[in-house]
């Protein structure tokens, strides 16, 4: 009870409760985004009397930052190189580093396709990593997925977001609106929602009818010219729907265009053979669907566009939304820290809603770099951001973190092929993605995943004591104690502490007549632990 009431005070002191704060009571735009972060995220912090955990060491804060940006875990060669560098700036020049690398574009735009495609589904993938290559924001890949164009290639891979829902427009309108917008209206599909004022059946069937009028042709999305919505209240009276989006705000749209059966017909016909052509349908002089693109980015209305932008980049980073529910942005469910939210909304569309500015400024805040232990009595709950969120890695992170720890760390000690190595390695374990799941928000470990580790030949054959496996040089290693750090460095990136030293250790030596056993055993141990399995 005392947790709540906590925060019921900080909702107030902070404002959440009162009219939103104009955009001169905000920091100034000069302040970077990780200034921005620390500051509203230490004040809120402040009101409840919580404390920051500590900062983490440069092992904790390489690897985290490494998952989090390129998707792997560090080489022993990279954790030793990162200790060692005594420069100041050494975290940003790491983080510009990441960033510049093939493998950022295609982490973010994996996460992003789990994010928009349809579970098990990989459509959109290739067309993200082409938009992020070629520095588009967010607000345009917006409008490649819902409109598209097919005169070019990669946009016209966007349109899968939409081809693979069209068959079922209801889908369509509410995943359109959870994943761009943070608001899942479903509930208001058969009536007003019980518990939101704003959300109404008049905003279900509003957002349904920027996409009545699209449907499948053949490979493509068609869209006519005319078609309009009719819904039943809980009256069980006749409404029309307008042109309407979440705000509120109408489109005024001329006059439908009028078939007669013989038009229809002709029109019938022309579907028909475009579908046999493998061409796409001519557009109509009038989108309902690039209305929805015009209304959601203008400036009066794209509070719900941008802010959903941000509070999903800082799930993605910080293991929890600004607003959770993710797909729950309305006033009754306010963010923890409002302030924060309108201030990197504001910065994220004056800065043409550029992803990868986002990332690398909520990445470079010390909030970031925080521990994910807590000295203090009792563990703050996570909206107070007074800790790192320990988060489960994702099926190609996971695949990747196998594949180099299990790997003969000395594969990697040379500089010149150390790079196409890695790269080589973490690509021949991409069909390891398919062993495990996205994870949710409330993850746990798959009996699948629990039993691959258990009797997969495929995975025995990762811990086996072979020239080119971690077990392979452990065996070469005659110092017990050596061997457990060189051990723990591979897989964990970091030393190994007093008490493992002396547990491992022990365990070898208690069976030093069947050493190389003993050694596959802990490599086993070490690669299906927890401690690999979760970014901390």
């Known amino acids: 009870m005392k947790k709540y009431l906590l925060l019921i005070v900080s909702l107030v002191l902070a404002g959440y409760m009162q009219p939103a704060l104009k955009a ?3 920091l100034p735009p000069e302040t970077t985004i990780e200034q921005a972060v620390d500051h509203y995220i230490q004040a809120e912090q402040a009101t409840g009397n919580i404390a920051s955990a500590p900062q983490v060491d440069d092992y904790i804060l390489l690897r985290r930052t490494m998952l989090d940006l390129i998707g792997r875990i560090p080489t022993v060669a990279e954790v030793e190189a990162y200790v060692a560098d005594e420069d100041p700036e050494k975290r940003v020049k790491l983080v510009d580093h990441l960033m510049q690398q093939p493998e950022f574009i295609e982490q973010l735009a994996y996460d992003l396709n789990n994010i928009l495609a349809p579970a098990g589904k990989t459509d959109l993938e290739l067309y993200l990593a082409d938009a992020l290559n070629n520095r588009k924001g967010w607000d345009n890949i917006f409008a490649d997925m819902i409109y598209g164009n097919y005169e070019e290639e990669m946009p016209k891979q966007a349109m899968q977001f939409v081809n693979l829902r069209i068959n079922d427009i209801d889908n369509l309108t509410n995943a359109t609106s959870a994943l761009f917008f943070g608001v899942n209206i479903s509930c208001a599909k058969c009536h007003d929602h019980p518990l939101v004022s704003e ?8 957002m349904k009818s920027f996409f009545n009028r699209s449907f499948s042709n053949g490979d493509f999305v068609a869209e006519r010219a005319y078609g309009a919505i009719k819904y039943a209240n809980t009256n069980g009276e006749q409404l029309d ?15 439908p265009v009028v078939l007669d059966d013989e038009a229809k017909k002709k029109e019938k016909a022309e579907l028909e053979q475009l579908k046999k052509d493998k061409k796409p349908a001519p557009a109509p002089e009038f989108s309902r669907r690039a209305q929805l693109i015009e209304i959601a980015l203008r400036e009066n209305d794209r509070d719900y566009f941008s802010k959903n932008l941000v509070n999903r980049m800082w799930n993605r980073i910080y293991g929890h939304g600004l607003v959770m529910p993710l797909d729950q942005m309305h006033p009754e469910n306010p963010p923890s820290h409002p302030d924060l939210l309108d201030w990197l909304a504001r910065d994220t569309y004056t800065n043409d809603y550029n992803l990868q500015r986002l990332v690398r400024g909520l990445i470079l805040s010390k909030t970031y770099s925080q521990h994910s232990v807590y000295g203090g009595e009792k563990r703050p709950a996570k909206f107070w951001f007074a800790t790192a969120n ?6 190609r992170q996971y695949a990747a973190a196998l594949a180099l720890a299990s790997r003969n760390p000395a594969h990697f000690d040379d500089p010149n092929e150390a790079v196409s190595r890695i790269q080589n390695e973490v690509k021949a374990h991409r069909g390891w993605e398919r062993k495990f ?10 009996v699948d995943e629990a039993l691959l580790f258990s009797n997969a030949d495929e995975f025995k054959d990762k811990t086996k004591v072979a020239n080119d496996r971690l077990g392979g040089e452990l065996a070469a290693i ?48 070490l690669l299906t632990s927890s401690e690999l399995r979760f970014n901390h």
């Open 478 to 525: 005659e110092s017990n104690e050596a061997l457990v750090q060189r051990a723990i460095k591979t897989v964990y990136s970091r030393p190994a502490t007093a008490e493992e030293l002396e547990a491992i250790s022990a365990y070898i030596a208690a069976r030093s007549d069947r050493r190389e056993e003993a050694i596959s055993q802990i490599v086993w141990a």
């Open 199 to 206: 959300w109404t059946q008049a905003h279900f069937y509003g």
């Open 437 to 446: 799941v996205v994870p949710g928000e409330k993850f746990q470990v798959s």
């Open 241 to 255: 729907a307008k042109l309407m989006f979440l705000t509120g705000s109408v489109i005024e749209e001329p006059e």
């Open 24 to 26: 001169q009571d905000l």
């Open 390 to 395: 320990v988060k489960p890695m994702s099926p």
